[in-house]
Each structure stands twice: as structure tokens, then as C-alpha cells.
């Protein structure tokens, strides 16, 4: 009986083991995985064993084994806790692991977020304009014939009081007539009769812009004059004339145009892409070509609300002290500006792959680990582009192969799913 009961333990053991080992065999073959080596170029291009590819002769790649399989079982397995701590994946995308080899083989660099100042050096073409503050349109305010011309061609420099022409006018040698009358009979008037009169002359000949000179020379000389004298109101330079000797005039008619030139605009176009760094107040320096080797120092005194449809452009406005007239109207300038908006976390334009529907980089959480992460973008400085969200200070973001990383993580992410649907019961 002793045997019998020995053979039967032994027997019943021997059939626990077969049967144990029976089933886990599904789940030994189910993660038995043979190597795969894959094109870094042509992720088509696969194969067993280590080559080069047949299409660019770059050195295959080897695939993780068990990678597919293994995040699918921590995925199924995870806890609600791990699940929460697990970085939220961008769709059609999946986490990479990569050797330090293979990694210099697909040229893979990386970068450290950090803050950075968000400055750009803006170049802009421009052009001497005048100061439209500082034009004047000489009109006279009554009829009238112009007698004498003083000042006779476009371009000649005045001064404020100096003659232009004289111009004769019946209405205003009626109304001398009539103040020097009232002038003469102030002292045989009764009352203020007198008075009157000549304050209403007077006023209608101020009124009508007849010079202090010409109305004082007619209370000293009482003699009215046939033509009076029209005087430059500003300092400056004649830039139009219309002025003929003998041609009839109205209020309508400008006579003259006279610029002050002691100050001048330079109007710049600055390109859409840079209109964030520009502001009003902003310093700019100015040359010219035809002043080799001097700039002005000056700043941004208006920028005007429309955009040029045609050119892409939205103009500034710089005034310029000219004191010697160098500056002359419709020369080309060079404008340059140091636009600046603060400090921010920025990036190689290198790390950021766009990708049409979202904007990611490739994030290494650790050594030879890499994971897509979605950012929001904002302005690009140089070489770099402003990060608005989705990374933080210290991180480490993948450059110089993004497109590798790009076709790898989507290959990865497809064959996962494959894999999670194939093992759905």
C-alpha cells in the first residue's frame, strides 16, 4: 500500500506541472518576439538580422523587442493611480526608445528648454517725407490781381515776414479808403462815432489777412496802397508756385506752398510677421546713403492703424531734427529697430514639427526615452520659437531628426494598435 500511494503523489504531481506549464505556454508565445531591424529613412524597409538598406544603404535600426507587447500588458495592467501619473499621449503617436547608437546614427541632438529674451533686430526700408505739421498753403481771403511777384521759382528758401507778391484788390483799397477817412475824422467826430468806424475797417482788413506792417504804414502815412504786400507766414522752402504777374486770384487758389524743413518725417514699412515688436516710443536708428557713416538717434512717434494689402506692410513714423536741410524729402532711409517682447521659454526651430492638425516635440524623460508632447507656439526670434505651453523649464527636447522620430513614434503607434486589437477576447 505504501508504493501504490508513493506512485499515485507522484502521478498526480507530475500531471499539476504539465498542466501549469500548458497554460502559460499562450502567454510564452504571445511575447516571444523575434528581433526586427528597421530602415531609420525607409521604415518600410524591415528585416531579422542587422543590414543596410536596400533603398539608401543606411545601417538598420533594431526595434526594442517586446516593446509593443509590453506596453500593452502595462497599459492593461496599469492602477488608477499609475494611469494618472503616465504623461497624456498625443494621438497617433507613441513613446520611443532609442540607443545612444542608434541615436547618433539618426543624427539626434538635444536641447534644454530655458528662458530666453524674445528680441528680433527689424530692418526696414523708408523714405524722407515733410513734416506735415510744419506745410502751409498760402491762399489769399479776398479777389484780387497779383501786381509784383518777390519771390519767383520753386525750391528758394524764406523767411517769416518776407515778401512773396503784391496783389491789388478793389475791395480791399475800398476798405483802406475807408479807414483812412475814419482815421481823419476821429478828431471831428462827436462821440465814438469816429472810433467806430475806424475799429471796423481795421477789423475787416486783419479779417481779410492784410499784413500788421501794411495796416500800421497806413495809420502813419494815411495813403491807402494800390497793391498790398502778402508776406510769408513760416520759415521754409518754397516747394509749389502757382503765382503768375497779372493773373487773377480767388480765396479758392493756392498762390504757394511753403514747407518748414527744421524737422522731417522718415515713413518705414515694417513687415506683418514683425508688428508684435514694434511700439510707439520704440528707438530706432536712421541712415542714409547719401550720408555714409552718420545715423540719427530717434524713436517710433506713431504707427498707422491699416495694412497695405499689396506690400504686406504696416508704416511708421520717425521725426527727425534737420536743422541744415540735409534731410531731404523722398530720399530712401534705413531704418533699424530692436524690437523686444520680454523673456519667455523658447526652443530650437528645429524641435518643433508641425504636423498640421497640432504642433509637438519630442521630450526625453529619460536617457534614450523620448515621448511626443504637444506645445502651443508663439512668436519666432531667430532660430528660435517662443513656447507658450506644453513644456517647462530644464526639460530636454529632441533636435536635427525630427522627421526620424516622427515616422518612428507614428510606425510604433499603429503597430500597437494592431497588436491591442489582435489581443481584444
Given at each position: 500500500?505504501?508504493?501504490?500511494?508513493?506512485?499515485?503523489?507522484?502521478?498526480?504531481?507530475?500531471?499539476?506541472v504539465v498542466g501549469y506549464a500548458v497554460l502559460i505556454r499562450p502567454q510564452y508565445a504571445e511575447i516571444t518576439v523575434a528581433k526586427l531591424y528597421r530602415c531609420p529613412m525607409h521604415p518600410q524597409v524591415t528585416s531579422d538580422h542587422p543590414g543596410d538598406c536596400l533603398i539608401c544603404g543606411m545601417h538598420l535600426v533594431e526595434v526594442a523587442p517586446h516593446a509593443e507587447h509590453d506596453v500593452v500588458v502595462a497599459a492593461a495592467s496599469a492602477t488608477p493611480t499609475m494611469a494618472a501619473e503616465m504623461e497624456m499621449p498625443v494621438p497617433g503617436y507613441s513613446a520611443l526608445k532609442i540607443s545612444p547608437q542608434d541615436r547618433v546614427v539618426m543624427g539626434i541632438n538635444l536641447e534644454e528648454?530655458?528662458?530666453?529674451?524674445?528680441?528680433?533686430?527689424?530692418?526696414?526700408v523708408g523714405r524722407v517725407a515733410f513734416d506735415e505739421t510744419k506745410l502751409h498753403h498760402l491762399h489769399t481771403k479776398f479777389e484780387g490781381y497779383i501786381d509784383e511777384i518777390f519771390i519767383d521759382f520753386v525750391g528758394q528758401q524764406v523767411k517769416a515776414g518776407d515778401p512773396l507778391f503784391s496783389i491789388y484788390s478793389p475791395d480791399v483799397y475800398a476798405t483802406e479808403n475807408e479807414y483812412v477817412l475814419a482815421l481823419k475824422g476821429q478828431g471831428r467826430s462827436e462821440g465814438?462815432?469816429?472810433?467806430?468806424?475806424?475799429d471796423s475797417a481795421k477789423k475787416r482788413l486783419d479779417l481779410w489777412g492784410v499784413s500788421p506792417e501794411e495796416i500800421e504804414r497806413l495809420e502813419k502815412t494815411l495813403k491807402p496802397s494800390k497793391a498790398v504786400v502778402m508776406?510769408?507766414?513760416?520759415?521754409?522752402?518754397?516747394?509749389a508756385k502757382s503765382a503768375l504777374q497779372g493773373m487773377r486770384v480767388t480765396p479758392s487758389d493756392t498762390?504757394?506752398?511753403?514747407?518748414?524743413?527744421?524737422?522731417v518725417w522718415v515713413i518705414a514699412d515694417i513687415y506683418e510677421a514683425d508688428i508684435p515688436f514694434?511700439?510707439?516710443g520704440q528707438n530706432a536708428e536712421v541712415t542714409l546713403a547719401a550720408s555714409p557713416g552718420k545715423s540719427w538717434k530717434t524713436a517710433i512717434g506713431y504707427i498707422y492703424p491699416s495694412l497695405d494689402e499689396q506690400t504686406r506692410t504696416v508704416k511708421v513714423r520717425l521725426i527727425l531734427d534737420n536743422p541744415s536741410a540735409e534731410l531731404?524729402?523722398?530720399m530712401y532711409a534705413n531704418v533699424l529697430l530692436q524690437g523686444s517682447l520680454g523673456e519667455a521659454l523658447i526652443v530650437p526651430e528645429s524641435a518643433v514639427l508641425w504636423t498640421g492638425e497640432r504642433t509637438i516635440v519630442f521630450v526625453e524623460t529619460e536617457?534614450?526615452?523620448y515621448v511626443p508632447r504637444e506645445v502651443e507656439t508663439g512668436v519666432k526670434v531667430r532660430n528660435f520659437y517662443e513656447i507658450r505651453k506644453g513644456l517647462s523649464a530644464g526639460e530636454r527636447v529632441a533636435t536635427g531628426a525630427n522627421f526620424l522620430l516622427d515616422s518612428e513614434s507614428k510606425l510604433k503607434a499603429s503597430a500597437m494598435g494592431e497588436m491591442h486589437t489582435h489581443t481584444q477576447p
Amino acid at each position: 500500500m505504501t508504493i501504490r500511494k508513493i506512485l499515485i503523489a507522484v502521478f498526480v504531481a507530475l500531471s499539476f506541472v504539465v498542466g501549469y506549464a500548458v497554460l502559460i505556454r499562450p502567454q510564452y508565445a504571445e511575447i516571444t518576439v523575434a528581433k526586427l531591424y528597421r530602415c531609420p529613412m525607409h521604415p518600410q524597409v524591415t528585416s531579422d538580422h542587422p543590414g543596410d538598406c536596400l533603398i539608401c544603404g543606411m545601417h538598420l535600426v533594431e526595434v526594442a523587442p517586446h516593446a509593443e507587447h509590453d506596453v500593452v500588458v502595462a497599459a492593461a495592467s496599469a492602477t488608477p493611480t499609475m494611469a494618472a501619473e503616465m504623461e497624456m499621449p498625443v494621438p497617433g503617436y507613441s513613446a520611443l526608445k532609442i540607443s545612444p547608437q542608434d541615436r547618433v546614427v539618426m543624427g539626434i541632438n538635444l536641447e534644454e528648454v530655458k528662458r530666453g529674451p524674445l528680441e528680433r533686430p527689424i530692418n526696414a526700408v523708408g523714405r524722407v517725407a515733410f513734416d506735415e505739421t510744419k506745410l502751409h498753403h498760402l491762399h489769399t481771403k479776398f479777389e484780387g490781381y497779383i501786381d509784383e511777384i518777390f519771390i519767383d521759382f520753386v525750391g528758394q528758401q524764406v523767411k517769416a515776414g518776407d515778401p512773396l507778391f503784391s496783389i491789388y484788390s478793389p475791395d480791399v483799397y475800398a476798405t483802406e479808403n475807408e479807414y483812412v477817412l475814419a482815421l481823419k475824422g476821429q478828431g471831428r467826430s462827436e462821440g465814438s462815432f469816429g472810433n467806430t468806424l475806424a475799429d471796423s475797417a481795421k477789423k475787416r482788413l486783419d479779417l481779410w489777412g492784410v499784413s500788421p506792417e501794411e495796416i500800421e504804414r497806413l495809420e502813419k502815412t494815411l495813403k491807402p496802397s494800390k497793391a498790398v504786400v502778402m508776406r510769408s507766414p513760416i520759415n521754409g522752402f518754397v516747394t509749389a508756385k502757382s503765382a503768375l504777374q497779372g493773373m487773377r486770384v480767388t480765396p479758392s487758389d493756392t498762390i504757394y506752398d511753403i514747407a518748414d524743413l527744421s524737422s522731417v518725417w522718415v515713413i518705414a514699412d515694417i513687415y506683418e510677421a514683425d508688428i508684435p515688436f514694434v511700439k510707439v516710443g520704440q528707438n530706432a536708428e536712421v541712415t542714409l546713403a547719401a550720408s555714409p557713416g552718420k545715423s540719427w538717434k530717434t524713436a517710433i512717434g506713431y504707427i498707422y492703424p491699416s495694412l497695405d494689402e499689396q506690400t504686406r506692410t504696416v508704416k511708421v513714423r520717425l521725426i527727425l531734427d534737420n536743422p541744415s536741410a540735409e534731410l531731404k524729402p523722398e530720399m530712401y532711409a534705413n531704418v533699424l529697430l530692436q524690437g523686444s517682447l520680454g523673456e519667455a521659454l523658447i526652443v530650437p526651430e528645429s524641435a518643433v514639427l508641425w504636423t498640421g492638425e497640432r504642433t509637438i516635440v519630442f521630450v526625453e524623460t529619460e536617457s534614450g526615452s523620448y515621448v511626443p508632447r504637444e506645445v502651443e507656439t508663439g512668436v519666432k526670434v531667430r532660430n528660435f520659437y517662443e513656447i507658450r505651453k506644453g513644456l517647462s523649464a530644464g526639460e530636454r527636447v529632441a533636435t536635427g531628426a525630427n522627421f526620424l522620430l516622427d515616422s518612428e513614434s507614428k510606425l510604433k503607434a499603429s503597430a500597437m494598435g494592431e497588436m491591442h486589437t489582435h489581443t481584444q477576447p
